[in-house]
């Protein structure tokens, strides 16, 4: 079984950056995904990145040019770097590891 922490949430001003990490512990050889979703109060959850064991990436258009997605393999961690952060970004981010979620982690930005 796979366990996923996450850390990194705040609060930010708009054009402020924060960075959020994202670590894998457990059944590690099964994950074949790591990534982010976020919900924002009254949305579906939507994908905002992912990152493949291929280090193939994928992003939601919103965040495209703004956010990156990388991971430490040597130590079982996935990192979102945030810059150019909108009011719109506001929400919970959930890191994901193929189907086990992590609690969410409360990214707010302010205007």
């Known amino acids: 079984q796979v366990q996923v922490v996450e850390s990194g949430g705040g609060l930010v001003q708009a054009g402020g950056s924060l960075r959020l990490s994202c670590v894998a512990s457990?059944?590690?050889?099964?994950?074949?995904?790591m990534g982010w979703y976020r919900q924002a109060p009254g949305k579906q959850r939507e994908l905002v990145a992912l990152?493949?064991?291929?280090?193939?990436?994928r992003y939601a258009d919103s965040v495209k040019g703004r956010f990156t997605i990388s991971r430490d393999n040597a130590k079982n961690t996935v990192f979102l770097q945030m810059n150019s952060l909108k009011p719109e970004d506001t929400a919970v981010y959930y890191c994901?590891?193929?189907?086990?979620w992590g609690q969410g982690t409360q990214v707010t930005v302010s205007s």
């Open positions: 990152i493949t064991n291929g280090d193939r990436t």
């Open positions: 994901f590891a193929s189907s086990t």
């Open positions: 457990g059944s590690i050889f099964s994950i074949n995904a």
